[in-house]
Nanobody
């Protein structure tokens, strides 16, 4: 079983940056694709970004493309989400997700593992 724990959330002003980390334990996720999702108050959870097992392929939601970067360090069993040029509409709980596939998942692929989430709040 894989446990995912997110770190790095907090309060930041618009235009600022945050780096989220997702540390995996229980087993290595080096052969798993990984992703980030978010859920704003009163809204459904939405996809943010995903990455294949090696980090060679990534995919982003249009709303974050060019501002967010997903990456991974398989030696550390950790996935990152660098968030730049943050906007108030980026305010949400951010969740790390793991897929038991090595290729880049499609939108139809449901994650197999979820973290507990970390709050990101962007003030105007």
């Amino acid at each position: 079983q894989v446990q995912l724990v997110e770190y790095g959330g907090g309060l930041v002003q618009a235009g600022g940056s945050l780096r989220l980390s997702c540390a995996a334990s229980g087993r290595t996720v080096s052969r798993y694709a990984m992703g980030w999702f978010r859920q704003a108050p009163g809204k459904e959870r939405e996809f943010v970004a995903r990455i294949n097992w090696s980090g060679g392929s990534t995919y982003y939601a249009e709303s974050v493309k060019g501002r967010f970067t997903i990456s991974r360090d398989n030696a550390k069993n950790t996935v990152y989400l660098q968030m730049n040029s943050l906007k108030p509409e980026d305010t949400a709980v951010y969740y790390c997700a793991g897929y038991r596939v090595i290729i880049l998942p499609t939108e139809a692929t449901v994650p197999d593992y979820w973290g507990q989430g970390t709050q990101v709040t962007v003030s105007p």
